[in-house]
T-cell receptor, first 109, second 114 residues
Framework: EDQVTQSPEALRLQEGESSSLNCSYT??????LFWYRQDPGKGPEFLFT???AGEEKEKERLKATLTKKESFLHITAPKPEDSATYLC??????????FGKGNQVVVIP | DAMVIQNPRYQVTQFGKPVTLSCSQT?????MYWYQQKSSQAPKLLFH???????NEADTPDNFQSRRPNTSFCFLDIRSPGLGDAAMYLC?????????????FGPGTRLLVL
């Protein structure tokens, strides 16, 4: 069964303390690996799409990387405004996404 | 700005009273999706439309229906809401041109069932 697993489920960071979030996937025929940010009570906000192993993308303090079985979202020197749930999703089949449960990140000032 | 709009943002209904949630898009995308997301869980795909072609997920209850009268609008109808249907309902769109395209989400509708 296709599956996306994210770890850790929850993470508390001090402001400026860099860390990485993990997303492992077992989707066959991957058609893109997607990262979204979701704030409480809101819809997911698109961050990155990665298509090939070795690909990297950056936006401000966030950097996403992809291997054949995993993706990482690196948060460098986080600020309190980076507090959110980060969702990973694997694209497969006919325009479908398999989502993980998310990494809930809290950045403490 | 091109976007995905959902109305209402909050909806309160009574047990068994039909309810309709609305989604519109200005992106002119071919594909529109409906997801259900419960607290601390992953979004769960209910169904999607590719243009006028309806694609239902195998485990979506019959209580959930959808309509797409035109490219811009899509509706989620819950015929007899139960307490377990309380959730955030998310609408998303994508171009659907080649597969693997990004899905863009609306702000969601929070449904409360009393």
């Amino acid at each position: 069964e296709d599956q996306v697993t994210q770890s850790p489920e929850a993470l508390r960071l001090q402001e400026g303390e860099s860390s990485s979030l993990n997303c492992s996937y077992t989707v066959s025929g991957l058609r893109g690996l997607f990262w979204y940010r979701q704030d409480p009570g809101k819809g997911p906000e698109f961050l990155f799409t990665l298509y090939s192993a070795g690909e990297e993308k950056e936006k401000e303090r966030l950097k996403a990387t992809l291997t054949k079985k995993e993706s990482f979202l690196h948060i460098t020197a986080p600020k309190p405004e980076d507090s959110a749930t980060y969702l990973c999703a694997a694209g497969y089949g006919n325009n479908r996404l398999a989502f993980g449960k998310g990494n809930q990140v809290v950045v403490i000032p | 700005d091109a976007m995905v709009i959902q109305n209402p943002r909050y909806q309160v209904t009574q047990f068994g009273k039909p309810v309709t949630l609305s989604c519109s898009q200005t992106l002119n995308h071919n594909v529109m999706y409906w997801y259900q997301q419960k607290s601390s869980q992953a979004p769960k795909l209910l169904f999607h439309y590719y243009d006028k072609d309806f694609n239902n997920e195998a485990d979506t209850p019959d209580n959930f229906q959808s309509r797409r009268p035109n490219t811009s609008f899509c509706f989620l109808d819950i015929r007899s809401p139960g307490l377990g249907d309380a959730a955030m309902y998310l609408c998303a769109t994508s171009t659907g041109l080649a597969g693997g395209e990004t899905q863009y989400f609306g702000p969601g509708t929070r449904l409360l069932v009393l």
